[in-house]
């Protein structure tokens, strides 16, 4: 199972759940977090949404609700139950992953969300940042030589902070320092695209969030998972039955790049090609990066919707 981060919301994204009996995830949670997560999933704009601790919580809400979706039809077929190989999450969608592992439950993890998001709203407010994609062939090494000389000759805020393969990374930093290094990037064949967020992610500009979110992670209970959980911060797996790692890798991750070429990487040597992929959140980013990194004969597929997600059971637990 493979769960997106932020960047992947849109707004409107939670309508098509609104009358299925999963929408009572969102109220449960909801409930939970003292905030509206169904405003959030059906009213809330493009520009409500890129609030950091906005497009948390409604994109972590919305994986939560094809999960149980998913349990619940596998449920109704022979198979019986769901049971994951092996789980990761993109940034944000590390905490689904864990969550659909069983190391934190829902309720936990929507209050770790809910402080992650605004302890890294906060840390935006107090140093601006932004960040950029940049495609292109041998952009992942291209963009860590213009960052690393960008910051050693202007002294410049920037850093790459997703790696999600040869030909594709995130720049994150202060505004003028990834406009400096995107126009660099771009002159040597990149291409650049903005994605909706709202701070420097992924960089030491966050620095400010680590306190509170430590403070969360130190009293939230962590339980052994049933499966590995791979890591944004190393990409390898981490064992369900030492779950107490996991605090210092959420803290981490806050300041650190993620690794997400070589979580990949990880994923096909542990099961050698035998394993099927599902996406479990809005849009189909990581479908994308899957199969671009990945042997062609591993399925892969994404579901955001109820019809995609019945597709999605009758094609693989007819």
Known sequence: MLFPGQGAQRPGMGEPWRDTPHW???????????????WLLLHA????????????LATFTLELVLLDALRTAVA?????????????GHSLGEYAALT??????PEDAVRLVAE?????????????????????????RTAELLAEGLRVAERAEVWVANVNG???VVVSGGPDAVAALTERATSAGARAVRIPVGGAFHSPLMAAARP??????????LHPGHCPVIANVDGHAHEGDVPASWRELMCRQL??????SDSMATLRSMTAGRVRLVELGPGTTLTGIARRLLPPDIPVRSAATPVRLSALVAEWWP
């Open 76 to 88: 109704r077929t022979a198979v019986g139950a769901l049971r994951p190989v092996v789980c990761a």
């Open 255 to 260: 300041l650190m790049p993620v690794r997400w």
């Open 166 to 168: 040869p030909d594709q």
């Open 212 to 221: 509170r979110l430590a403070a969360a992670v130190r009293d939230t209970p």
């Open 100 to 105: 659909a592992a069983g190391v934190l439950t």
């Open 45 to 56: 704009d493009a520009e409500r949404l890129t609030r950091t601790d906005n497009a948390q």
């Open 116 to 140: 992650r998001g605004a302890a890294m709203a906060e840390a935006a407010r107090q140093v601006p940042g932004t960040m950029t994609v940049l495609v292109g062939p041998g952009v992942a």
């Open 24 to 38: 009572q995830v969102v109220e449960r949670l909801s409930e939970v977090c003292a905030r509206d997560l169904g």
